[in-house]
């Protein structure tokens, strides 16, 4: 049997008075959702362990079962994996932003939204005036670059920019000397009004692959346009597949992905974790006409081809969230989130749709840990 997630990022919701109390995906138009929900199993699921921030990358990568008090490393990492950056033995990566700062204060996080080919430029700069065997400035895309230092120490206090605009950035100094003088140098070196801005430090995840974890997926897949979620799949031993228009938006090429995850997975792939960011981003920006297109746009463009394509070749499909991103909060919360898994034989519980409401009758209970992952591929 082979495996696929549909991740749709940020999609649970609360209860929203200009649905009639619904939440988006109760009110929502998903045919294939609620379809897969009636003739599955559903239940609800906890993506982020107890003293751990409701990120994305926490929240994808408890779903894929690992336990985060063992893996979790931050930003750095994921982001070095998703730029080509091969982290050996004794670095340390951290975020490294370009930022404005004007009178003493931070700007903004984004260098006044620097190109990817200027920003290249001014991280090599760096690299070739401050780098050597200890330090080096690795170029990423537009402000997000990354700084790997040997035996650098990653238990600091940091702040990250875009949470401190218009504060005076001397006081924001991470809790690090030399972290501290890279900044304070760079501004020498760059162009009058930038900065470095290091920011979530983080060793090489410990990540056992899932095909070691789990000996029925041999090969596996991630499809996504997010670096942390790429980088999550570098250290599960996945396959990143590029698709061409994947955009993170309401935009993105959702054929493009469900036609690369049926690709993958009538070819050599065993397992593929599709995940969708457009959802969370409407859910940041408070958009709720768009959350309901995006979550319709994941059903009718998504599952509904992949289901289409592959319900009669041997096929388990698991869809859920990662972590709610009410549209009313504006920002993720940690709060159980709904699941279903489907295949073709799978004992079938009494839940005829698929939202937050319910799934908790949903037959699989309220998971936690790697239980989500264990069940989905033991079927
Ligand atoms: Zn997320």
């Not at 559903?42 to 336990?67: C, M, Q, R, W």
């Not at 290091?198 to 990540?207: A, E, L």
């Not at 056992?208 to 789990?214: E, H």
């Not at 997926?217 to 799949?233: C, E, M, P």
């Amino acid at each position: 049997m082979k495996h696929i997630i549909i991740l749709g990022d940020g999609m649970a919701d609360h209860a929203v008075e200009r649905l009639g109390g619904k939440t988006p995906l109760q009110y929502a138009k998903t045919p294939y959702m609620d379809m897969l929900a009636k003739q599955g199993r559903t239940g609800l699921l906890k993506t982020v362990p107890h003293g751990f921030p409701p990120g994305s990358e926490v929240a994808n990568t408890a779903i894929l079962g690992y336990d985060l008090e063992k893996v979790y490393e931050g930003r750095g990492p994921l982001e070095a994996a998703s730029i080509g950056y091969e982290m050996q033995p004794g670095d340390m990566a951290i975020r490294c932003n370009l930022i404005a700062i004007e009178d003493g204060k931070i700007k903004n996080h984004h260098a006044n939204h620097i190109t990817t080919q200027e920003g290249t430029r001014l991280i090599r700069l760096l690299d070739e005036k401050l780098g050597n065997d200890k330090i080096k400035f690795v170029p990423g895309i537009q402000y997000r670059h990354l700084l790997v230092i040997k035996g650098g120490n990653k238990n600091i206090v940091c702040n990250p920019p875009h949470d401190h605009p218009n504060e005076e950035w001397r006081g924001l100094l991470p809790s690090d000397e030399l972290l501290s003088e890279l900044i304070i140098k760079s501004q020498e070196i760059l162009p009058e009004g930038l900065s470095i801005w290091p920011w979530s430090p983080g060793y090489r995840p410990s990540m056992t692959p899932l095909t070691v974890t789990y000996p029925q997926i041999k090969k596996g897949s991630v499809i996504t346009a997010v670096d942390l979620i790429r980088g999550i799949g570098h250290y599960a031993g996945l396959r990143c597949i590029e698709v061409e228009g994947a955009t993170g938006l309401a935009d993105t090429n959702y054929e493009g992905k469900a036609k690369a995850a049926i690709d993958a997975l009538k070819g050599d792939d065993d397992f593929v974790f599709l995940h969708v960011e457009a959802s969370d981003e409407a859910g940041h920006d408070g958009d709720l006409e768009l959350k309901v297109k995006t979550i319709e746009y994941l059903d009718s463009r998504i599952i509904g081809p992949i289901y289409e394509a592959l319900k009669d070749e041997g096929i388990t499909i698991a869809v859920l969230p990662d972590h709610p991103t009410p549209v009313e909060i504006r920002t993720h919360v940690d709060e159980p989130i709904p699941f279903l898994i489907w295949n073709k034989t799978i004992d079938a519980d009494d839940v005829q749709t698929f939202d937050e409401i319910a799934c908790k009758k949903g037959g699989f209970g309220t998971l936690k840990n790697d239980e989500f992952m264990k069940a989905f591929m033991a079927l």
